[in-house]
């Protein structure tokens, strides 16, 4: 194994393949900071390319964009609190929260020094593990997946902060919307409301992007200001104060890599919530990061950027070992194996040991290369965070449209962006966590899947398995401590019970829509058949007295509007949050609603103008329309910034991507239209 491991270092190092490997990283690059693009149609495009070349560098090519467009996609997740992609969403509550207090450069620089070295550590686990793994692969079978993904789900204790309750109502309302669309053994449709775009269920992206990306975008909006107000720290000490900060915390680093790589390893987990379970992770062990996460705390960086990076060698053990994919792009490396001669399995852990330790090399050199290029730009990419608003926003929207265009390719993508942006911001605003709502979607379609498979095959009997018994008390342990906890230190902080005054208040009416929503849900799932009930049914009824306690909690245990808890204690109570805090410094609750509702209201206005002249001249135009009304910017800054992003959307979406644009009223009414793009 070390002959192979020292003849596939120098076969890929070769000038050519280096090359090879070089140009897929920096194309990882580029889609790792497009919203809702990624690394599936990054590989997917450029498979045709591999096909005349030979089968190491055909695998650095592909390897080098899928092992750093996670490192690509930290830049918007910190800048504009935007996920480039799925798997940058947890960096966006602590890089987002540190750009916003001037320490953009820092969070970058810490993003990609960890992102580094756990994809370093990743392909080194990838290594020794093939052989070792094959084994402990071929035990785990879906009801040890099943507990996994049930482990997961208990993460939103943590990811609630000292909202445990709401957190877990918000994740059973995410599994509720994993399950809509046709079930998977049954056929039978839920939740579609006769509409053809839910027969498939829910896209991930516009869901992500609409909870993550719109809100960040909504309050930058609504403060119309540069998103750093605080003094930027210059650019040399803010890479280097990074860069120590990583090696500071190596080990949280190589646990949050080793994770990475295990979560990677297991088919249907990998990028979507790698990122979530590292977050949970280190607000767990390490001491007092439940007060600091989510408020800027460089640790809430390094933890998923270094986990996120190592989803790629995990994902590759079952491909190579087994022939099963361990991700979405996996399953296009399989067609380049087979384009190339090689079949996954025994042969690539014998004869073809050298192709495979050229793809551990290829993972490893990627990280490196990756990093030190982004590494090299973020003190001008942190710059970013000192513009104006009205400079960024308009091209950044467009570009999360098109991300979340990439779910279905269809008109439901857009409208789904848009309801979870309402969503996403109510929810922010009400200081509701909605990470255990992403985790919830991620995961609940995993759950009901491998639940199906376990009863089917074991019955009843595979909770009597060693494995998934110790794991499901370990997630019930994680479920139950912090509501036991908040319970014990309300006792403590605010005395007896007479010191309440009951009441209902405006903010209360959120609550009492959910209930209303996932009780008129749970109606309708009476009407499902058996198979398709049983998980509605149980979910939903969970999630329906979730929220009654969540109403009953705000009501009967709110105190008096003159009473003042200790300074102490508010800032406990807020810092239990582990989310991003709408900020209004200022600003009346009436001019944040009229200024949400105006930029919400430019969301409308982009699609009624989408279906008229299609996606393309809309971006021009909206460009343009935001620039011009909202702060006058002159036109020798409006029209380049127009022109720039719209040549750069049309080469990327529309000559590379070859994206398929819906029809226009336009392209219908003036058929020599459609021979322009989107049209």
Known sequence: MLD?????????????????????????????????????????????????????????FLLGLAAVTSTGDTIPAVVFGVPGTQASQATVLDGHAMAKKGEAGRALSAAYVSSMIGGVVGAFFLALSIPVLRPVMLYIGSPELLACAVFGISLVSILSGNSALKGLAAAGFGIMLSMIGADPQTGDMRWTLGS?????????????????????????????VAISRADPQSTRKGMAQGARDALRNIRLVMQCASLGTVVGSIPGLGTAVVDWFAYGFAARTIKGARETFGRGDVRGVIAPESANNATTSGALIPTVAFGVPGSASMAILLGAFLIHGLVPGPQMLTSNLDVTYSMIWSIALANIFGAGICFALSGQLAKLATLRYTLIMPTVL??????????????????????????????????????PMMLGFVLGAIIERYMFISTMRYSWEWLLRPVVLVVLVGAAIIILQPIVAAFLRRRRTVGPAQSYSPGLRLTDLFAGLMIVL??????????????????????????????????????????????????ENAEEALKGHMDLVSSHDGLSPGTVVLRGAIFFGWMLGFMALMALIGLIPTAFVFIIAYMRLENREPWKLVLPIALGATLFIFVVFHVLLAIPWPPTLLGTLLPWAKAFPSV
């Open 196 to 224: 053809i775009y839910l027969y498939d269920g829910l896209p991930l992206m516009p869901v992500a992007l609409g909870l993550f990306a719109l809100p960040e975008l909504c309050d930058f909006a609504i403060q119309r």
């Open 518 to 567: 996932v009780g008129v849900m749970v109606s309708m799932a009476t009407s499902f058949q058996d198979g398709a009930r049983l998980g509605p049914m149980i979910v939903g009824c969970f999630t329906f007295v979730a929220l009654i306690l969540v109403l009953a909690d705000q009501v009967m245990h709110r105190l008096p509007k003159d009473t003042e808890l200790s300074v």
């Open 398 to 435: 467009s570009i999360v449209y098109l991300g979340a265009f990439q779910g279905n390719r269809d008109w439901g993508d857009l409208y789904a962006l848009l309801a979870f942006g309402v969503l996403g911001w109510v929810m922010k605003c009400l200081r509701w966590p909605r990470p």
């Open 4 to 60: 192979a491991a020292t003849d596939a270092f120098f076969q890929i190092a070769q000038f050519h393949r280096l090359l090879f490997l070089v140009g897929g990283v920096v194309l990882g690059l580029v889609i790792g900071i497009l919203p809702g693009v990624g690394g599936l149609a990054g590989m997917a495009l450029l498979l045709p390319f591999t096909f005349q070349l030979d089968p190491i560098s055909a695998f650095a």
